[in-house]
Every structure is written in structure tokens, then in C-alpha cells.
RNA sequence: GCGGGUGUGGUGAAAUUGGUAGACACGCUAGACUUAGGAUCUAGUGCUGCGAGGCUUGGGGGUUCGAGUCCCUCCACCCGCACCA
């Protein structure tokens, strides 16, 4: 009997269907394991073999550890929300809910497919009301809440309200310090609105402004990706930067505990060095320029050392004080730059090497010196970090010096003879001179005389600054949670807040998409559910018109806790319970991409915080241990068309040619042989295709690149599971290499895994003979293989280097292949070893062998040390560090003796050539090596 | 520009603590069995050299008895950069 694998597959998937096996409570005495996949956002084009390569992983290891004694938590949902569904809405006019039902149907069965163990009874969608219900009640909890910078959490709003009515906010300045300080007496004596606007400055989910891409033709705000080359992607359209009200989570305020607590999560270095990079945290000081006009212009710096060689100040083009200073004679200049800088992104203006900008025509007095200082405007200077303006002090800082060079500013030397003129000096090891009562002072003491200095003056105040910005979290989009928020006066209000009054109906959560005629946007930029006038404008229990928010919430907003919701998907009181988030705590594995490491990591980190502060969690970290899958690439292929013709050459003679390199589907090739039939089907304009072989082969060139539809190199899942089985598609994807290694596809390569598969087979079935499984008792060199398999399998699973493992597991079935075994005693416990890698397999062969149950539930092998031990080594014997020979040595021998029967060895005399040897270094267990 | 990562045969890779570089596969070459082979099996396969040997882990330098692994330096490629998710 051959190995069928449909059948096998088919079958297995049936009993485990029958059998539930992979249903999981949320009660057990077995110890808790929580396995993650960062789930998927259901796009139209479905899989392709990349996307399973960490579900793949997370599958073995829930396996594996089901089988180790864990009741494991594997669940997978859906990120149902986006813009790409939104698009093809507008494009198509279906209903993005329909699309996204659809892709997610196929998303299952592709997955289904593949043979996952997860509890499909625990599925998330995003977009279901019952599960966004909870996304807008969580952003209800960051509406109504407050970061308490005495305790350092967040607490509701009533705390903050019960200090103001005792104390005003002297003792609790607003994050945003736009409000002044207050009174008591003054709070007492401010009216609703006023309040209100106060209490906006301290919410952890709030309203402020932000700079996003308009674009005027197409009447709406677009996202990064969608803004190409400085034009819409659609259309081409020009787009400029445009303020609008937007919503904020005021996640700043977590930055210090953000950074502190990676220290106790098991993430790879490089990715807490993202965040905490990302966060950028720098401790500085903010101090205050005066321009002759009098205004007034704060600037952060870390090097307050540096104040005495300052040589200008740099504005960022679109602070609020460049009109105000700009002087006349300067004023067209300075239009034109700040038109200039409107139209470019963020990441273009990092990224510019060019020097460009502007001077305003204004002075500052230097707070110390009273030197008179230019101020400048410059894009290198971003209004969203620090206060938006710098002192610039070219002798200590590259793009300053660049900067002064390029416009021909005088640099003040405070470094003596460390500064040369040609480059600025960065080092911090260094003595500060040329600078007043600092002079002759190290750069840390010197910053803290200054600070010291002008702290005395009210001039400036020590500082912590972060580059973490706080996260924009609405979107002008109909496919996303609508905000469970109503304007009334244009104050925004919680729907379910007294003072809105709303009929009881319309305070209940979920606030639920309505339906819309068309996808386009609203006016003033606003989301197309501002088209929705009857939705929009409702009338509460006091006959007042109240307007609901137009904006939707981000991508992120669902994915920042899916991981809770699986504990308890059905829960209709809470988002979880608190006994189902107690007992499956803190994820132990998440598996995800790097691409995620700094969006959705953090966001989710900031809101198990914050439902931490509020009691609702009992642990404050979401992801234990973090593990970064690489991407599978794409490999393409390539045909040569010769110049001008219907002629196609071979790769190795297309330099013989004129040619056109032309991208061809990845289907129609086998290996790098092109299917030339296939191909002049491919497309009408190849009908006539002619090509000029090598060895009757037409040979395709190839490239590794990303994988996508635009580059024909797109392999679905599906087609590899129908020709060699799911079993082989997850031992291939993992024998490809290390997980967290990025690699290119070749589908020409599983064959090798295919063939071990149908080897492992063989040693149950004979194609003759049929069962051949023998009762006899193992032998010493079979239990000596088999333990050795269970050690190595083990302790690389528990690595996740799974690559390794299956080159383990074809040793063992090559080894004990040339042994002939086909023992029960060996095979039972083999058939267990692969269960978590080539589950479909191994359960057919378990019930061939006559047991009970599911293999999903049978205990993982153990190995036994007395089989994995060796006594002796065959050493490699270096003579000066290169191997020459090899002898054999018990493990316990002498080194007395092992020294004396190397050196009389005859290889060792031959490269001795009679000299004394120098020195003779035996590594027990590893090598010797002999230095003449 | 900033941040992170990766470079080993024709290809995917292995080498877990500084100790035999290239395990395990793909591909390729030759052969066996077979009506057939896209099944299975056997042998070979880093480069170079007739050979003894020499060379070889992106380039250059260093530490060491010994370096893919540690240090310095340079180069190339990939990912992220806040409205894709």
C-alpha cells in the first residue's frame, strides 16, 4: 500500500472533525498554554505560501505542547476592517461585508486546507458588532479615563474631577499644557463647556489636531500609501497637507513604562530595541529664546552644554510662530519655502540629503550672551518633535554644521582644537571652552551649570522628551468602528453620557455601521458617514439635535486586543470574563512579523496597560514571549523576447540578442524549464510565440523578489497541499530554514520532503506485502537512533528551530531505513515524534497500529539517557590548528595516554617531521590539536 | 536620513558554548530495476590540482594553539519609519 496521502489527509480531518479534538476549555487541571498568530486582514487575492510559514510554526508548537500535558489556547480570527475593502467598495459598489464575509470564507478553507488545530469555535471578526461592541467600549474606558502621573496609572475621570473641585490642576499640569493652571474656585466656577474642554487635555482617548494628505480632486484625506510620488495614486491628483480634527490615544503618557517593561518580556533584543527606539526617549531641557519682536520661542535640546554655540535657530517651517516673525522684506521667500515643505511627506524630508531653507528675517537674544541669533526655517526641523524649533549649534551637530556651511553662517567654535572648520564635533567626551562660566567644564557638568543657570531665570526647565508620538486614531473611511461618541454644541460627549440624553436605545453599545448608498466621502473631508444625515444628526429625550462622529476608528483599533477576546469570544456582558482572562493570562508565544514591531505591538502593549490600571486585567504585558517569522519571497521567472519579434531565447543565449525581459507565471514553469505550450496560451499576443532552445530546453532566468499577483510569482497553498498533501506543505515550509529568516519560495525543492515522507511510510507498508510492523523487540542500535531522534527533536521544537528537525527526522528514517527496522517498539513512538509536524500521517498510522484515541492526545516520547550517551570519541587530530587525521578515544582515557599514542601515530609523525611538538591541547569531547 | 536585520557550494541550508565548515535536502552526473518513469534504489558532487597538497563562510585587517562564530573597518542586499494591515 502506497502513501495516499488524500485519502490519509481526508480521513484524519474526518475523525478529528467527529471527534472535536481540538475544541479547549477554559477550565482544566492541566497546566495553561496560549499560542497566538497575528491573524490575518482577509484580502480578495487570499493566501499564497508565504502567509502560513508562522501559523505553520504555532501549530507545531500548540501540538507539541498539547501532547507535552498543556491545555493550549490556539485560536484564529479575522482583521476584518480596511482600507482595501473600502476601495474595492467604491470601485465595485459591494458591500465591504460582503466582500470580507467572502475572502473570509476563503481564508478558512485555505487554512482549513493546510490542517491547523485551531478552535474555530473561538473565531474573531473585527467587523462583527458583537466584537466591535467591545472595541468601542474599550475606547469608551480611554474616553472616560486619565493618566495619573503621581501613580503612574490610568484612572477614571472622577479622580481627576474630585482633585480639580479640591485643589484645581496645580499638582496635575494637562500632558497637552495648553490649559494653564486653575483653581479650585475656578473650576467650580467654569461652565459645562469649559470643563469639558479641560477634562479633553487629560482623556486618554481625545480630540486634537493633526496634519493628514488632502487631496482636492478626489474631495478626500488619503493615507500614506495611498499618496504616490507627491500625487494620488489614484488619478494622479496633487495633494497637499491639511490640518483636521482627529482623534488621539494618548499613549506618550505610557512611554516610560512602555520601555521599562520590556525587560520583562522574552522578545527578541532587535525588537525591544525597536520600540524602544521608536519610543526615543531623550532626556534634555526646553528653554526659551526671545525674539527683538518680543515673542517667545521654546527649543528642546539634549546638549544644554552646547548653549554658547548656538548660531541660529531653526524653525520647523510650519510653526505657529513663522508668520508672526517672518519680517516683510523675507515674507515671499518664506511662503514659497513653507508651500514647498507642505507638499512633502515626513519620511521625504528625513530623507532629503539636500539643504534647504529659509531665513525669517527675525532675531533672537541669546538668553545668556544676548547675542544676537538669525532664525531660520528649515524642513530638517519637524513640528511634531520636541517643540518644533532648535537652537542650532553647528560646531556640535552634523546637519546644523551642514546647514551653516550650505547658507554661509559663522560657526562658533566651542570645542578649541577638537573642531577643525570641516566637521562638527559629536563626541561627548569633551571639554567645553570658548563658553562663558562653563568654560573648561565636561559636557555633563557644563549642562548642568546651564540648566542650573536658567532654571534660576524661569529660561528654561529640565526635560524628557520622547519621539513617540501620540497615536492618530480616526480615519475619514466608512469600513471601520464607528466612535460611540455625539456632539452636542460641538462638545463631544460619550453616547451613553446623561448630559446627552439620548433615547435608551441609541446609548447602547455596539453603535453599528449604518448602511450607505455609496463609499464616497463626505464633505470638508470628512468619512462618507457624514452623507448619512439621518444617522448623523439624531434627536435626544429633550428634543435637542445631537451630531454622532463621522469619523471611523483605525485598522488597529480591533487588532490591539483580539488576543482577549478569544478567551471568552461569546461573552456578551464583558469583553472577556474575568475568570477566562485570569486562567489564560499574559499570550506565551505570539509568532508574527517583524513589520509589526513598533505599530500594532505597541498599541496592544499601551491597552492591556491601561485595562490593567482600570482592574479589568490582572497581568499588564499581552505578549510573554514574541517570536519574528521571516517572509517567504517570490521567485520569479523570466522569458527573453528578442527585440521587435515573436522569437523567444533561452536564458543562456539571451546575450547573443537584443531582448526584452518579460516576467512569466511561475505556474508555467517547473523549475526553470518554461512550459512553452502553456505559455503561448497564456496570453493572445503569445499565440505565436517561437523559441530558440538550449539542449531542447527553453531555460527561464529568475530573481527573488516579493511575492505578488504584479509579479506572476504568486504560489497558493492550495495547488502544493493537492500535489503532495498538507504534511508535506508544513514540513516543507518549515525544512526551507530558520523561521525567522526571510527566503525565496521553490517549489521545485519539496520533492525532497515528499520522498522522506513516503520513506517514513515504508517503514510500515510494504508496496507488496502491505503492513509489515513486527512485535519483535528493538535493538540496541534501533533504540540508540530513536532516542536520539526524541532528544534532538525535542530540544530543537522547544527552540523553534524546526528546520533542524526535519533533517532529524530524515537521518532517523534513512538510519533505521538501513537497519531494516519496522518495529512497534521504535515506530509507536516515532508515529508520536512527528505528530505535531505531519499530524494527518501519523494519525493513520496510529490507528493502523491499533490504538486508542486520537494521536492529537497521545503523550509526546521520552528519550532515555543510557541510549543517547557515547563512551568514546573519534577525535580529529590538528596539527597547527588544520585537521590531518582522526583517531578513536574513550570518553574517560588519559590525557597522558591519548597524548602518547597521537604523537606515535604515523599521519602525526609524517607532519611532526621530527620536530618537537611546542604544545599538544586535548578539549575533551572535541579535538586535539598538536603546534609544532 | 534614522532604526532593525541578513551575507556560508549551482540552490535552500547545518555547524546550540571559539574546536573536523558544508549535516539534511534540491539540482546535476553516472548506473541498477522497469513496458514506462515525474516511482524506487546505488555511487559521485565546494573550488583547484595528475598527485602529495593548496584554497574556501561578502571584502580587508586583528585576537587565538584554533575564528563562519569574538573585535575593528568597509561593502551589498532586505524590512520598518507613524492613515496598508
Known amino acids: 500500500m502506497e502513501y495516499n496521502f488524500q485519502q490519509i489527509e481526508q480521513d484524519s480531518k474526518k475523525r478529528w472533525e467527529a471527534q472535536q479534538v481540538y475544541k479547549v476549555n477554559n477550565t482544566s487541571s492541566r497546566p495553561k498554554y496560549y499560542v497566538l498568530d497575528m491573524f490575518p486582514y482577509p484580502s480578495g487575492a487570499g493566501l499564497h505560501v508565504g502567509h502560513p510559514l508562522g501559523y505553520i510554526a504555532s501549530d507545531i508548537f500548540a501540538r507539541y505542547k498539547v501532547m507535552k500535558g498543556f491545555s493550549v489556547l490556539h485560536p484564529m480570527g479575522f482583521d476584518a476592517f480596511g482600507l482595501p475593502a473600502e476601495q474595492y467598495a467604491l470601485e465595485t459598489g459591494q458591500h465591504p461585508a460582503v466582500t470580507t464575509e467572502k475572502n473570509i470564507t476563503r481564508y478558512k478553507e485555505q487554512l482549513d486546507n493546510i490542517g491547523f488545530n485551531y478552535d474555530w469555535s473561538r473565531e474573531v471578526n473585527t467587523s462583527d458588532p458583537q466584537y466591535y461592541k467591545w472595541t468601542q467600549w474599550i475606547f469608551l474606558q480611554l474616553f472616560k479615563s486619565w493618566f495619573n502621573r503621581d501613580t503612574q496609572k490610568a ?106 517593561s520590556l525587560d520583562k518580556l522574552e522578545w527578541s533584543e532587535a525588537m525591544k530595541e525597536m520600540q524602544r527606539n521608536w519610543i526615543g526617549r531623550s532626556e534634555g531641557a526646553e528653554l526659551s529664546f526671545t525674539t527683538t519682536g518680543g515673542q517667545k520661542i521654546a527649543v528642546f535640546t539634549t546638549r544644554p552644554d552646547t548653549i554658547f554655540g548656538v548660531d541660529f535657530l531653526v524653525l520647523a517651517p510650519e510653526h505657529e510662530l513663522v508668520s508672526a516673525i517672518t519680517t516683510p522684506e523675507h515674507q515671499a521667500e518664506v511662503t514659497q519655502y513653507v508651500t514647498y515643505v507642505k507638499s512633502r511627506s515626513e519620511r521625504e524630508r528625513m530623507a532629503e540629503k539636500k539643504i534647504s531653507g529659509c531665513f525669517t528675517g527675525a532675531y533672537c537674544l541669546h538668553p545668556l550672551s544676548g547675542r544676537k541669533i538669525p532664525v531660520w526655517i528649515s524642513e530638517y526641523v519637524l513640528a511634531g518633535y520636541g517643540t518644533g524649533a532648535i537652537m542650532a549649534v553647528p560646531a556640535g551637530d552634523d546637519r546644523d554644521h551642514a546647514f551653516a556651511r550650505h547658507f554661509d553662517i559663522p560657526v562658533t567654535n566651542i570645542f578649541g582644537d577638537l573642531y577643525t572648520g570641516e566637521a562638527a564635533v559629536s563626541d561627548k567626551n569633551v571639554t567645553i571652552t570658548d563658553s562663558d562660566f562653563i568654560s573648561g567644564l565636561s559636557v555633563k557638568d557644563a549642562a548642568a551649570k546651564v540648566l542650573e543657570t536658567l532654571e534660576a531665570k524661569s529660561l528654561g526647565t529640565r526635560r524628557i522628551n520622547y519621539r513617540l508620538r501620540d497615536a492618530g486614531f480616526s480615519r475619514q473611511r466608512y469600513w471601520g468602528e464607528p466612535f460611540p461618541i455625539a456632539y452636542k454644541d460641538n462638545v463631544p460627549y460619550a453616547i451613553d453620557e446623561e448630559a446627552l440624553n439620548l433615547p435608551e436605545p441609541m446609548r447602547r453599545l455596539p453603535l453599528e455601521l449604518p448602511h450607505v448608498e455609496h463609499y464616497k466621502p463626505g464633505p470638508e473631508g470628512e468619512g462618507p458617514l457624514a452623507n448619512v444625515t439621518d444617522w448623523v444628526l439624531v434627536t435626544n429625550n429633550d428634543g435637542e439635535i445631537v451630531k454622532r462622529e463621522t469619523n471611523t476608528m483605525p485598522g488597529y483599533a480591533g487588532s490591539s486586543w483580539y488576543f482577549l477576546r478569544y478567551m471568552d469570544p461569546g461573552n456578551q456582558q464583558e469583553f472577556a470574563s474575568k475568570d477566562s482572562t485570569d486562567y489564560w493570562n499574559q499570550v506565551d508565544l505570539y509568532i508574527g512579523g517583524t513589520e509589526h514591531a513598533v505599530g500594532h505591538l505597541l498599541y496592544s502593549r499601551m491597552w492591556t496597560k491601561v485595562l490593567y490600571d482600570l482592574g479589568h486585567l490582572s497581568f499588564d504585558e499581552p505578549f510573554k514571549r514574541l517570536v519574528n517569522q521571516g517572509m517567504i519571497q517570490g521567485s520569479t521567472r523570466y522569458v527573453y523576447r528578442i527585440n521587435g519579434t515573436h522569437t523567444f531565447v533561452s536564458q543562456g543565449l539571451k546575450d547573443q540578442h537584443l531582448v526584452d525581459q518579460i516576467r512569466v507565471d511561475v505556474s508555467m514553469v517547473d523549475g526553470v524549464e518554461l512550459d512553452t505550450e502553456a505559455f503561448k496560451g497564456w496570453r493572445p499576443e503569445y499565440a505565436n510565440a517561437e523559441f530558440i532552445l538550449e539542449n531542447g530546453k527553453y531555460i527561464c532566468g529568475s530573481e527573488t523578489e516579493k ?128 505528530t505535531p509536524y505531519a499530524p494527518h500521517m501519523a494519525e493513520a498510522l496510529w490507528q493502523q497500529l491499533g490504538n486508542e484515541g486520537s494521536v492529537i492526545h497521545a503523550l509526546f516520547p521520552e528519550w532515555e539517557e543510557k541510549y543517547v550517551t557515547e563512551n568514546s570519541k573519534v577525535y580529529p587530530i590538528a596539527i597547527n590548528g588544520k585537521p590531518r587525521t582522526e583517531l578513536e578515544f574513550a570518553l574517560d582515557a588519559e590525557e597522558a595516554f591519548i597524548r602518547a599514542e597521537v604523537l606515535a601515530n604515523e599521519a602525526v609523525q609524517k607532519w611532526l617531521e621530527g620536530k618537537e611538538p611546542k604544545k599538544f591541547i586535548y578539549v575533551k569531547g572535541r579535538m586535539i590539536n598538536v603546534v609544532v
Open 155 to 260: 484612572e477614571s475621570l472622577d479622580t481627576l474631577i474630585a482633585i480639580f473641585e479640591k485643589e484645581g490642576n496645580a499638582g496635575h499640569a494637562a500632558p497637552g499644557n495648553d490649559t494653564g493652571t486653575f483653581t479650585a474656585e475656578a473650576w467650580q466656577a467654569m461652565g459645562e463647556s469649559d470643563r469639558r474642554h479641560i477634562l479633553m487635555q487629560y482623556r486618554l482617548a481625545y480630540l486634537d489636531h493633526a496634519v493628514v494628505w488632502w487631496c482636492e480632486a478626489l474631495g478626500t484625506v488619503l493615507a500614506n500609501d495611498e499618496v504616490v510620488n507627491g500625487v494620488s495614486e489614484r488619478g494622479g491628483h496633487p495633494v497637499e497637507r491639511k490640518k483636521m480634527r482627529q482623534w488621539f490615544l494618548r499613549i506618550t503618557e505610557y512611554a516610560d513604562r512602555l520601555i521599562d
Open 707 to 834: 511575492m505578488s499577483k504584479s509579479k506572476y510569482n504568486v504560489v497558493n497553498p492550495d495547488d502544493i497541499v493537492a500535489q503532495y498533501g498538507a504534511d508535506t506543505f508544513r514540513m516543507y515550509e518549515m525544512f526551507l530554514g530558520p523561521i525567522e529568516m526571510s527566503k525565496p519560495w521553490d517549489t521545485k525543492g519539496i520533492e525532497g520532503v515528499h520522498r522522506f515522507l513516503k520513506k517514513f511510510w515504508r517503514l510500515f507498508y510494504d508496496e507488496q506485502k502491505g503492513w509489515i510492523v513486527t512485535e519483535e523487540a528493538a535493538s540496541e542500535a534501533e533504540l540508540k537512533v530513536l532516542h536520539k531522534t526524541i532528544k534532538k527533536i525535542e530540544s530543537d521544537t522547544e527552540r523553534f528551530s524546526f528546520n533542524t528537525v526535519v533533517s532529524q527526522f530524515m537521518i532517523c528514517v534513512n538510519e533505521l531505513t538501513d537497519l531494516n527496522c519496522h518495529k512497534r517498539g521504535i515506530l509507536d513512538a516515532l508515529v508520536r515524534l512527528i
